[in-house]
């Protein structure tokens, strides 16, 4: 074979791994009725941010003393989407607007007030990866056209109180969003730039409304108690290895000290069945420190398979030191962290026996 013969049939090549690139990012034809609003790949799409819209009286008036002033349009929340790559595979980040402190008065007249939440960012879930996906090629199930004012009015994008802006190859479309009419099941977007309108997935406007149960992820590991065969328990500065032997028709396993690994440790064993089925009460961004102050790491669990780890779980507290007196709990507040989440997690207010528990038994004399 030529050079020249051998250069053009590696260029070949390379032109058929391009395109079989091309179709794993692309999703499969449309369908009978489908149109596209954006064909786009994935790995063309950056970020995509959905918008809550208030409509206020504006706060200067106009020059013309007899022009109506047109509404300001102000931002009340939002949502935005981003992939990254990390450790563990490619994963897709939401963000979320703050939300300031505010005082509630409830019926019986009591106030409570309510604690203020900055910006985060946080690991999306498989929610957030199947929405992210909706977007690259964003289909629609039906193309309506240009529609003329009153039945924009109608289908309620001539003012409308939600928008989407997707960022594609450094191209910024935005679309506003307006809910299903009643008996409806699909809401309509409309391209700003264009006017073209279309219905789209009903999944695009009620997981952006409920992003933080919807999207944030709460698990705190991807992998399962059947991967696990040793993990080390670390309280108070005392290392103690266990081998890990899950049991068979039932959750949970046994946890077999290094030194007597004939004889389950039972008291260990119901330990960590409740610290490995643990799930948080709320969920804080990467590198968000706790408003109470900077968590104390006290026990660590580190897993393993086969001598490599798998990943560890870090549990603390803040706000309080360990039980004073025999037999009592600490009050502070209770946080994880593992390898799989983006920062610290809030636990419930029982998981702080269970973090005593876990001091008492791995830390104690």
């Known amino acids: 074979m030529t050079r020249r013969a051998a250069t053009i049939q590696g260029l070949l090549a390379l032109a058929g791994l391009v395109a079989a690139y091309l179709t794993w990012q692309r999703e499969p034809s449309l369908e009978s009725g489908q149109a596209y609003v954006l064909d786009i790949t994935k790995s063309e799409l950056q970020t995509v941010r959905y918008e809550e819209l208030d409509r206020v009286a504006p706060s200067k008036a106009p020059d013309d003393k007899t022009a109506t002033p047109p509404p300001e349009i102000k931002v009340r929340d939002w949502v935005e989407l981003s992939s990254t790559t990390l450790d563990d595979g490619r994963a897709v980040w939401v963000r979320l607007a703050g ?16 604690t203020a939440i900055p910006e985060r960012t946080v690991r999306g879930n498989d929610g957030a990866d199947k929405l992210w996906t909706l977007f690259a090629p964003l289909k629609a199930s039906r ?11 109608d289908l309620g994008l001539a003012e409308p109180k939600k928008r989407v802006t997707v960022t594609y190859k450094g191209i910024t479309k935005t679309f506003d969003l307006a809910p299903p009419p009643p008996g409806g099941t699909e809401p309509y977007v409309r391209d700003v730039e264009d006017g073209q309108v279309y219905i789209v997935a009903r999944q695009i406007l009620t997981d952006f409304q409920a992003a933080r149960s919807n999207l944030v992820e709460r698990k705190l590991h991807a992998f399962a108690l059947q991967d696990i065969d040793k993990l080390v328990i670390t309280a108070n500065g005392k290392k103690k290895e266990f081998q890990f032997r899950r049991f068979e028709n039932r959750p949970g396993g046994d946890l077999l000290p290094a030194e007597t690994p004939d004889k389950p440790d039972q008291t260990a064993g119901n330990w ?23 968590p104390t790491v006290v026990v660590r669990v580190e897993y393993f398979y086969r001598g490599k780890p798998l990943g560890h779980l ?3 507290r803040v706000g309080a030191s360990s039980a004073g007196s025999e037999g009592s709990t600490p009050t502070g507040e209770v946080l994880a962290r ?6 610290w997690m809030t636990l419930a207010v029982d998981a702080q026996a269970l973090v005593a528990e876990g001091e008492s038994l791995f830390g104690g004399s």
Do not use: C, M
């Not at 939300?99 to 309510?114: E, N, W």
């Not at 309506?144 to 009015?153: P, R």
């Not at 409740?274 to 102050?293: H, I, T, W, Y």
């Open 272 to 294: 960590h069945d409740r610290v490995f089925a643990l799930f948080p009460a709320d969920v804080l961004g990467k590198d968000e420190k706790p408003a109470s102050g900077e």
């Open 314 to 316: 870090d549990l603390a």
């Open 99 to 114: 939300r300031g402190g505010a005082s509630v008065d409830l019926p019986s007249g009591h106030p409570v007030v309510q």
């Open 338 to 343: 593992s390898e799989y989440s983006a920062g």
């Open 143 to 153: 193309a309506l056209g240009v529609l003329d004012a009153d039945k924009l009015k």
